[in-house]
């Protein structure tokens, strides 16, 4: 008998201890590698391509301070505000998505699909049409109260009855308020036509607009958002295990789970009010970290936000590649990438548990 | 031998469940009676209501080909399409989407909810404001996506227990994807149009024109007769695969027959008037109220879908001040009865 439980106790431990110390090591070091090899494409690709000398000369013609002298060097300063914007935003989202799964234990949980960015959308239309506010200082706020109200609304609805919030509640809830949200969204716009132009701009999520103005905005938010999701990373590690246990092991589980809330939704929200609803990010990346380096937050958050840097900055890259001469949003490209992910999450068997 | 019952009382039971029967289909025929009134009557309100309200006589002058100033080109031109659009892209999302609830067996299936009518929207728009193809060859074009996407999210979902959960989320994931590509055609659209953007995100009336009537009316005419023959054969169905077999039904030869001709009318009345929000969804649980159990619901249901959309028309036009397209009407109305069949079916237990 002991052996069979020693064999149980090995494989339980297997995939954190060992073997998991020399994959997360390799993860750790592919992610790092991986968000320098994005960042090079992002300058590198666009409607001008442009050669490694002359993002070196950019580079460092920015980092003095000047503008650099041929127009490929140009191009590449051009292209160094919505790097850093698609580095911080799919960073924060990843980093949100998993924390929105961790304290729902639901797969599903993301910004997109629980029709929070919808809610933030919904506000700052009103903001736009009924307040006249145009600047993004402004409805970065009202984007962050819409996307608050809308979190605790679709998640109440997805976990009413016995099994509390299972994939399909959520999904459906957040589908339909996304639905209702939406039509509010056009009601509000159609009649006017100078808030419908401010609008656009934001309707499909992208890191085009980027300005240094609006980045400093909401910095940081996201600083603060995410140093409370690496606090509260070994609180969420308890709750995984079920509410009883985490209150077993000393975790106080309604701050830790109401923290964590407040810092999913803050990271979305502010990414959502500066670069537009960007759907996806949140649900892929926190999977494939999972896959890699298994549950443990403490590695889960911060490689999360690593991957998403990564995949919004390859998706802003590879939008422009395809909508060349012009380019494609980020939003469309990563909506793309995600929905077959969505259905291999629906499709493995024990979907309900994570 | 004591449980056999006596024959009086078998007798007085034959006569009850007769009775019953008469009842309801007497309660069916009367709904179905009302509902087509009620359908005759909202076309007649789209067409003379308006700026200018014409009177019957006009009407009447109009469609014998008379030339009436202002009438001929208002009502002749602008409205009578616009109500016969209406009316037939409402019957057919109405008959699709009760046919899908009844068939999986889930309220929340229905086309619009599961994204086939994305996939329709995303051909339509692609082919239309990207291409510029004509308007016939679209039809086709969106037909080809709404049944690709029906296949792609059935084969998706197949395997394994429970597939109605997981369709449903997996039709959702592939109904945001497909969302994306109506974006990038809007966006890529040399001339940015707000109406033409408008009718793909939502769906709208706004822009009907003599031309799209016939496909339309084709697809209608032959389709929701079809669905209305095997609607005894779908009630079968909804017993579950066993059943329906040993009740005589060729179960996958109906159910392909059944997904095809609901796929293609919804797509058809997408490409045509672009995705009206949930009327697909809402029109079988409705109805399924006013007739009660036990009786095939796809012609009131089509019935009622044409209701919806003819009265959203209504509301949006002339409720407000500016004119909303009947896709935020038929949105902000159906959402929040979504949201409470979700309560109340995630209440009593169901739907994991």
Redesign the interface.
């Known amino acids: 008998m002991t052996s069979v439980h020693a064999s149980v106790d090995d494989r339980r431990r297997a995939p954190t201890t060992q073997v998991g110390a020399r994959r997360r090591a390799l993860t750790i070091a592919g992610l790092i590698l991986g968000v320098g090899i994005a960042i090079l494409l992002s300058l590198a690709f666009g409607s001008r391509t442009v050669s490694l000398a002359e993002i070196v000369d950019g580079l460092t013609s920015w980092a003095q301070g000047r503008t650099a002298a041929d127009i490929g060097a140009i191009a590449v300063q051009e292209r160094i505000p919505r790097t850093v914007l698609a580095i911080m935003a799919g960073a924060a989202l990843a980093l949100s998505g998993a924390l929105m799964q961790a304290i729902t234990r639901n797969p599903?949980a993301d910004p997109?699909?629980l029709g929070v960015n919808t809610g933030a959308a919904l506000a700052v239309v009103c903001g736009i049409a009924f307040f006249g506010i145009t600047s993004p200082y402004e409805y970065l706020w009202l984007a962050l109260g819409g996307a608050v109200l809308t979190a605790i609304f679709v998640y109440n609805?997805?976990s009413?009855?016995?099994?509390g919030s299972?994939?399909?509640?959520l999904?459906?809830?957040g589908?339909?308020?996304t639905?209702?949200l939406?039509?509010?969204v056009?009601?509000v716009l159609?009649?006017r036509?100078a808030a419908?132009d401010t609008f656009?701009f934001w309707?499909?999520g992208g890191v085009g607009g980027a300005d240094w103005g609006t980045m400093a905005v909401i910095a940081p938010l996201l600083i603060a958002g995410t140093l409370v999701a690496f606090i509260c990373a070994p609180g969420l590690n308890a709750l995984a295990l079920g509410d009883d246990v985490a209150v077993g092991l000393g975790v106080r589980i309604g701050r830790t789970r109401l923290l964590a809330a407040v810092a999913g939704v803050v990271l979305c929200a502010a990414v959502t009010a500066v670069a537009g609803p960007i759907?996806?990010v949140g649900l892929m990346v926190p999977h494939v970290v999972r896959m890699l380096v298994g549950p443990d937050q403490r590695w889960m958050l911060p490689l999360s936000a690593l991957g998403g840097a990564i995949l919004l900055t390859l998706a802003d890259t590879i939008g422009r590649l395809i909508g060349y001469p012009g380019e494609?949003?980020a939003?469309?490209v990563t909506?793309?990438v995600?929905?077959?992910v969505?259905?291999i999450i629906?499709?493995r068997?024990r979907?309900?548990a994570l | 031998m004591t449980t056999l019952p006596a024959t009086p009382d078998l007798a007085a039971r034959t006569a009850l469940v007769r009775a019953g029967r008469i009842r309801r289909s007497r309660r069916r025929v009367i709904v179905i009676g009302c509902l087509a009134v009620a359908v005759l009557a909202l076309v007649a309100a789209v067409i003379m209501v308006g700026n200018t309200i014409y009177p019957v006589s006009d009407v009447l002058a109009v469609l014998r080909g008379e030339s009436v100033p202002g009438a001929s080109f208002t009502v002749g031109t602008l409205r009578i399409p616009r109500a016969l659009i209406g009316a037939l892209a409402g019957l057919a999302f109405g008959a699709a989407g009760t046919t899908f609830q009844t068939m999986l067996r889930n309220p929340l299936a229905s086309p619009d909810v599961i994204g086939i009518s994305a996939g329709a929207s995303a051909a339509a728009v692609l082919c239309l404001v990207v291409l510029h193809w004509s308007g016939t060859a679209t039809m086709f074009a969106a037909l080809i996506a709404g049944v690709a996407t029906a296949a792609a999210i059935y084969f998706a979902a197949r395997g394994g227990e429970s597939t109605g959960g997981r369709l449903i989320l997996i039709g959702i994931g592939i109904g945001a994807m497909l969302d994306a590509v109506v974006s990038y055609a809007i966006q890529r659209a040399a001339e940015w149009d707000v109406a033409v953007a408008m009718r793909w995100l939502t769906g709208s009336l706004n822009g009907s024109r003599w031309e799209n009537v016939l496909p339309l009316g084709i697809a209608v005419a032959v389709l929701l007769p079809l669905l209305a023959l095997l609607s005894r054969q779908l009630r079968a169905l909804e017993l579950g695969d066993a059943a329906a077999t040993s009740l005589g039904v060729r179960v996958d030869h109906v159910r392909i027959l059944l997904v095809l001709a609901a796929v293609a009318l919804t797509c058809f009345a997408t490409a045509t008037t672009g995705p009206i929000a949930f009327v697909a969804f809402l029109a079988g649980p409705i109805v399924s109220r006013l007739v009660g159990h036990g009786s095939s619901l796809t012609i009131p249901a089509a019935l009622m879908g044409a209701c919806l959309v003819l009265t959203s028309d209504l509301i949006g036009q002339f409720a407000f001040d500016t004119r909303f397209p009947v896709g935020v009407i038929t949105g902000i109305l159906g959402a929040p009865y979504l949201l409470f069949l979700l309560i109340r079916t995630s209440r009593r237990g169901g739907s994991s």
Not at chain 1, 160 to 163: I, K, M, N, T
């Open positions: 599903i997109g699909i609805v997805g009413v009855g016995p099994g299972t994939p399909i509640k999904a459906l809830a589908a339909a308020t639905a209702a939406g039509s509010l056009s009601a159609l009649p036509t419908m656009r309707q499909v759907a996806f494609t949003e939003g469309i909506a793309f995600g929905a077959p969505l259905v629906a499709r068997s979907m309900r």
